[in-house]
């Protein structure tokens, strides 16, 4: 184990894509009031770690449920073009959809305290996922998931293989809801602030954990965050969300040279040890932006 953020794999985006994004828009209905939480979002994802950041509300969660149909049916979602390899994801049934979501494409949720289910163990809960998609005895199941709690680099799974959401800590919690969302050996990942409840040592374990199964698999990892500046020294590329549109796509290694004034804006507003200031700045947003 490294003590430093994996670096971006420079050769990420080369090949066929894997997923197809083209004027994504996601529209939700309530008592006759339509929000438009995202605006035309574009992009291609291949064999690489591919961020979408934004402020709170920016759209970035939006998009990722959109591709794996978990939005409520009163939402309008709507693309030109929305394919995962030759799959159509957008008239595709609801059937056909079970047989991608969880096992050819999967989510991680932010917070394991609110997506484990607290009275089933955790040896159930990872096995459920594979046996949704594999008609396999129990005892096979077992057997995968042991090697997929290694894998996650949890420590005595023997241990943890009977435990309860609640005994386990938050570290172990999250690389439970990894391992139950990779143990289908998906082809892509959708890691929704998969480290924002973890402290720094275990966020860079699970960051390179993560890695070296992007590398090693040659899967797609779309990785939503707020943390500009972990995406940076951990992703390969980067789509700026405002207000449900993306306002920049940029090489991660070239965000200090990132153009539109949004991003900039979220530049400017952090920290910086090396060079403390009195007041951070305020970021100033441009109603242009939203029609851009």
């Not at 961020?51 to 591709?67: D, F, N, P």
């Not at 394991?112 to 008609?135: G, T």
């Not at 293989?161 to 570290?171: F, I, M, Q, T, W």
């Not at 998906?186 to 890691?191: D, G, Q, S």
Request: proline share 5%; with cysteine.
């Amino acid at each position: 184990m490294t003590s430093s953020i994996p670096a971006p794999n420079k050769g990420a985006t080369q090949g066929a894509p894997l997923l197809e994004v083209e004027n994504l828009k996601v529209s939700f209905v309530n008592h006759g009031a339509v929000t438009d939480a995202v605006r035309g979002v574009s992009f291609n994802l291949g064999c690489e770690k591919l961020a979408i950041v934004g402020e709170s509300g920016s759209g970035k969660s939006t998009v990722g449920r959109a591709l794996l149909h978990l939005h409520p049916r009163s939402a309008r979602v709507t693309a030109d073009r929305l394919r995962f390899g030759q799959t159509d994801l957008l008239t595709i049934s609801e059937a056909q959809m079970r047989q991608i979501r969880g096992k050819r494409i999967s989510m991680i949720m932010q917070d394991p305290k609110y997506s484990l289910n607290p009275v089933v163990c955790v040896v159930d809960q990872i096995a459920e996922a594979y046996l949704a998609h594999h008609k396999v005895s129990a005892r096979v199941a077992k057997e995968k998931v042991m090697a997929m709690l290694d894998v996650v680099r949890i420590r005595q799974p023997e241990r943890v293989y009977a435990l309860y959401p609640h005994e386990v800590s938050g570290g172990q919690g999250q690389r439970i809801m990894i391992a139950m969302m990779l143990i289908t050996e998906p082809e892509i990942v959708i890691a929704d602030e998969p480290t924002s409840a973890l402290d720094v040592s275990v966020r860079l374990q699970v960051l390179s954990m993560l890695d070296d199964l992007v590398s090693e698999r040659g899967l797609g990892l779309i990785f939503i965050s707020h943390d500009i500046n972990l995406v940076r020294s951990f992703c390969d590329r980067v789509l700026v969300m405002y207000a449900g549109r993306v306002v920049e796509s940029i090489a991660a290694r070239d965000l200090d040279n990132a153009q539109h004034p949004y991003t900039r804006g979220l530049l400017n507003a952090l920290p910086d040890i090396d060079h403390p200031r009195v007041r951070l700045p305020v970021m100033q947003r441009d109603p242009a932006w939203l029609s851009e």
